[in-house]
């Protein structure tokens, strides 16, 4: 007779193994327009609609969406939350491994919540046969389950992890053939170059573009890689942006994914980060003049790239300046110059986060556009009074995105009102982009 406790023990079993046979189907409750799960045969609700969205189950567990801040998670077949629900987008488990996104990249986690591949990529697919394709900035490539990279990311563009697998090894067959047909000078050419290469080993640095560097490399730094020319070793070390290098062949076997390396990645965006790439800006600028000038106001536009940390370009700036009490007319007068300037700007490394001391040169043409009436005698109005504009500024970028410099103006007339112009002022202002 069975004991009390044995049975059960073995009904909870039983009904264990009958909840997760149970084929469950997201269904959405109309009441309160939101997904939940019901089983397939009965129609029973085993899981209640409390969900903003929801995916069908697959591979035992379902990806759902929170009802609050609309983040994505996993449940099993009993509605446990395996997964917390902390993911932007998510995608349903795939050979034991799921897609998921955070903070903007895609990486991958199992059926325990554990991040497995770092979310370092711009976009991914799911696994098949063992391997995913995945796409590092512009170019695409082939991860295998540990994240190893089998293809590097160098092709535009891969119909599949399989089909650019295929496409490696066609390429070692290309070459195997045309090494066989080699004549015999010819291998006894490469048989010198293969002990060249034994006694005297080199790095391979594979660029994200796709180029190959031999080197000995001597340092790698948080930002930076040195390295001295494998054809020129007691020449001149040579440094490279960590950001521009995917893998690192060692001589000694070993490799170094910078690319999806998460530790790289952060290092290499404490200071990239810092600022924007391309951007348009906007200041406020409130000042003074010349002497009988009292006050000048300034607004300005500008657009802008960084083509590396530390040094950009001005495409273009735009400033409107309003100026009263202009020299020569006397009281109650005001001009209005609109100058456009390009120009460029530096960078001082972030010494407190994101802040840094910047300068910036421009030099452009502007006109004054006019003048207010003076006692009986009508000025404005006139468009001639052109000139060269020559405007340089240092400030302080406080955060990635607010700015506060002081600027020197000098504008030069030429035509029917020849004469210079010099404004100074304070200016607040305000980074936009990415």
């Known amino acids: 007779m069975l004991k009390f406790s044995t049975l059960i023990s073995v009904l909870f079993a039983v009904m264990i193994t009958d909840a997760f046979s149970q084929e469950l189907e997201k269904w959405m409750c109309y009441e309160s327009w939101k997904w939940g799960y019901v089983d397939k045969s009965s129609g029973e609700t085993v899981i209640p609609c409390q969900y903003a969205n929801a995916k069908n189950f697959s591979e035992g567990l379902a990806a759902v969406q929170d009802a609050f801040d609309n983040k994505w998670g996993f449940i099993d077949k009993t509605g446990q939350e395996i997964c917390p629900l902390i993911f932007k987008k998510i995608e349903s488990f795939s050979e034991g491994l799921a897609a998921v996104k955070f903070k903007g990249k895609w990486g991958f986690i199992d059926k325990k919540g554990n991040c497995v591949i770092s979310c370092d990529y711009k976009e991914v697919d799911n696994f098949s046969g063992g391997y995913a394709k995945v796409r590092y900035g512009k170019l695409w490539g082939v991860i295998d389950k540990n994240g190893t990279v089998i293809a590097p990311c160098i092709y535009d563009n891969i119909f599949s992890a399989n089909a650019a697998i295929a496409r490696l090894e066609l390429e070692r067959e290309r070459v195997a053939k045309e090494r066989e047909r080699m004549d015999t000078q010819e291998q006894k050419s490469r048989a010198q170059e293969v002990n060249l290469i034994t006694t005297s080993a080199y790095d391979i640095i594979l660029l994200r573009d796709g ?224």
Request: proline share 4%.
């Open 211 to 434: 180029t190959e560097i031999k080197a000995i490399v001597t340092e790698i730094t948080p930002v930076e890689i040195k390295y001295k020319a494998f054809e020129n070793p007691n020449g001149p070390t040579i440094t490279l942006w960590k950001k521009d290098v995917f893998v690192i062949n060692y001589a000694n076997g070993t490799r170094d994914v910078i690319g999806t390396a998460s530790t790289s990645r952060n290092d290499r965006q404490g200071i990239t980060n810092c600022y924007k790439e391309t951007a348009f800006g906007l200041d406020i600028g409130i000042g003074g003049a010349e002497v009988k000038e009292i006050f000048s106001t300034a607004l300005g536009f500008r657009v802008m790239h960084h083509f590396s940390p530390y040094f950009g370009i001005d495409f273009f700036k735009v400033n409107w300046i309003t100026d009263y009490e202009v020299e020569g007319f006397g009281a109650g007068a005001w001009a209005m110059r609109i100058q456009i300037m390009p120009g460029v700007r530096g960078n001082s490394p972030a010494f407190f986060k994101c802040m840094s001391v910047y300068t910036a040169f421009r030099l452009g043409y502007g006109m004054l556009v006019g003048c207010a009436p003076i006692i009986s005698a009508q000025i404005g109005g006139s468009t001639n009074f052109e000139g060269l504009s020559l405007e340089t500024e240092l400030g302080l970028n406080a955060t990635r995105t607010f700015f506060v410099g002081f600027t020197y103006n000098y504008h030069k007339y030429f035509g029917s009102f020849p004469g210079r112009h010099h404004t100074f002022a304070v200016r607040l202002g305000f980074n936009f982009g990415k």
